[in-house]
């Protein structure tokens, strides 16, 4: 199992940019798919990115073309890119770890969590 800390939120202008970073504490870092997931006051937590142990990477629809998941085996951590951010990307954004390694999208898949980081987009 990983522990995992999320940090880079943040207030930020309707169109700017944001860096999510997540920092795991865990010797199989790199056996573990990680992903990211947000969630709204009153709304279930939605999906927004994962990326496999071999870096296959699928982003959420809305997020195609300004959001990008990366990570760094190295230094035990796993990024979120946030450009060109909308109102509508307010939320707090959660970093997950699945020990199969493999792609989901879904929540429940997920073995690992982070506590998660404000991020408010204002217009």
């Known amino acids: 199992q990983v522990q995992l800390v999320e940090s880079g939120g943040g207030l930020v202008q309707a169109g700017g940019s944001l860096r999510l970073s997540c920092a795991a504490s865990?010797?199989?870092?790199?056996?573990?798919?990680m992903g990211w997931f947000r969630q709204v006051p009153g709304k279930e937590r939605e999906f927004v990115a994962a990326?496999?142990?071999?870096?296959?990477?699928v982003i959420f629809r809305s997020g195609q073309g300004r959001f990008t998941i990366s990570r760094d085996n190295a230094k035990n951590a796993v990024y979120l890119q946030m450009n060109v951010l909308k109102p509508e990307d307010t939320a707090v954004y959660y970093c997950?770890?699945?020990?199969?390694?493999?792609?989901?999208?879904?929540?429940?898949?997920?073995?690992?969590w982070g506590q998660g980081t404000q991020v408010t987009v204002s217009s």
């Open positions: 997950a770890g699945r020990q199969s390694g493999l792609m989901s999208t879904a929540e429940n898949d997920y073995d690992s």
């Open positions: 865990g010797r199989t870092f790199s056996n573990y798919a």
């Open positions: 990326i496999t142990r071999s870096t296959v990477a």
